[in-house]
Each structure stands twice: as structure tokens, then as C-alpha cells.
């Protein structure tokens, strides 16, 4: 379910430290009931959402053609450009010496990951993006998931590659992934009773 941005920025996530200049896209409550220690298996579920993808299906033709656009018109090139530096260069002692457990799909690189609060980022000549995940406590006293997507558009390109993907995520991508995400929650949490 999307839910308001204050869902969000009202928590004391470190991720407000490294992106002041990022606009937040979206904010989503994730179909993952759980308890206080299940985070780290939601983080190591974000990386097989590049398995999900790789089966013949609509999500995965979207990021086929995107992948397709991006080497013809050299999009995902620049990842080194000092131009656009990564996060990894804002990251406070303490978040630097805490890696992620998990390398996410999609061209993401871990950020850090805390006890209750993971993020990964992906640079290129569209944007420069962050997934965040964090473990917040829901209305039956449970744990539940949460994620943000930050981006910052890289020009006018980026601005109007943003524009361009916005129906395609509402319509396709994020239903699709939040409904498999849920699937995969319920075989994980099932498996651990």
C-alpha cells in the first residue's frame, strides 16, 4: 500500500543524513508481518527480485527493453563519473564499517544496513537512485516493512526519463513486485514456524 510521505520522513532514519538533495518518489508499507528480528529477511529478499524478473512476464519485458535502451543510448555508463559521486563518499565512520549482507539486482550497490534500516543505490545518466528499506512497527503491535525510493534526476534527461517511467511503475512494476514480494514473505515466514 503507498502511504504518505511523512511515513517516511517522520522516522529517524540515517538515510535523511545522505540524501537532502534527493527528492522521495514514493513511500510503500510492504505485505511482510513479521517480528522484531525478521528484517534481515526481508533485506536478502530484495535480492532475488532480479530472479523474478528474469521469467518471460511483463515486468520482466519492461526491464528488458529499459536495459536495451540503456546500452544504445549509453544510460548506465556512469556509474564512475566523478560527476556523480556515490553515497558511499556521505557515509558517516559508523554506517561505513556496517556493509550490507546482501548485493541487491539491478545494477544497485549496498549503502549500509542497521539493524532496522538498509539502503542500496544505483547510478547512471538518468538518475542517481536509493532503495530504502526499514522495519517499523505496525498497527497490531507486529513488524511490518517499509520501502522508499530516492532519486535525484540527472537534468532534463533524468526529469523527463522520471516522467516517462511513472505510469509503467504505478501500473505495472510496483503491483507486480509488492504482490510477489508478499508471496515470497508468506513461503519465508510459513517456512520458519
Given at each position: ?10 522516522r529517524p532514519w540515517r538515510?535523511h ?6 527528492r522521495?518518489?514514493?513511500v510503500?508499507?510492504l505485505p511482510?508481518?513479521?517480528?522484531r ?5 526481508l ?6 527480485f532480479?530472479?523474478t524478473r528474469?521469467r518471460l ?9 529499459r536495459?536495451a535502451?540503456?546500452?544504445?543510448f ?13 553515497l558511499?563518499?556521505?557515509l558517516?565512520a559508523?554506517l561505513r564499517?556496517s556493509?550490507s549482507t546482501v548485493?541487491?539486482a539491478?545494477?544497485?550497490?549496498p549503502?549500509?544496513?542497521?539493524d532496522?534500516e538498509w539502503a542500496a ?6 538518475v542517481?537512485g536509493?532503495i ?9 503491535g507486529?513488524?511490518r516493512?517499509q ?14 526519463y522520471?516522467?516517462?517511467i511513472?505510469?509503467f511503475r ?5 503491483p ?6 508478499g ?7 510459513g517456512g520458519r514456524s
Amino acid at each position: 500500500m503507498k502511504l504518505p510521505d511523512n511515513a517516511h520522513f517522520s522516522r529517524p532514519w540515517r538515510i535523511h543524513e545522505l540524501t537532502p538533495d534527493f527528492r522521495l518518489e514514493d513511500v510503500w508499507a510492504l505485505p511482510t508481518p513479521g517480528g522484531r528480528d525478521d528484517f534481515p529477511g526481508l533485506v536478502q529478499m530484495v535480492s532475488s527480485f532480479g530472479e523474478t524478473r528474469q521469467r518471460l512476464s511483463l515486468v520482466g519485458l519492461l526491464f528488458a527493453v529499459r536495459e536495451a535502451l540503456g546500452r544504445a543510448f549509453c544510460w548506465d555508463d556512469a556509474a564512475d563519473d566523478p560527476a556523480r559521486p556515490s553515497l558511499r563518499d556521505r557515509l558517516p565512520a559508523d554506517l561505513r564499517h556496517s556493509p550490507s549482507t546482501v548485493t541487491p539486482a539491478m545494477g544497485f550497490t549496498p549503502l549500509y544496513q542497521v539493524d532496522d534500516e538498509w539502503a542500496a543505490e544505483l547510478i547512471n545518466k538518468t538518475v542517481h537512485g536509493v532503495i530504502h528499506l526499514g522495519w517499523v512497527t505496525d498497527q497490531s503491535g507486529g513488524y511490518r516493512g517499509q520501502m522508499a525510493i530516492l532519486v535525484k534526476p540527472n537534468g532534463l534527461l533524468g526529469r523527463a526519463y522520471m516522467t516517462a517511467i511513472t505510469p509503467f511503475r504505478y501500473l505495472i512494476v510496483y503491483p507486480r513486485m509488492l504482490k510477489g514480494l508478499g508471496r515470497k514473505w508468506l513461503s519465508y515466514s510459513g517456512g520458519r514456524s
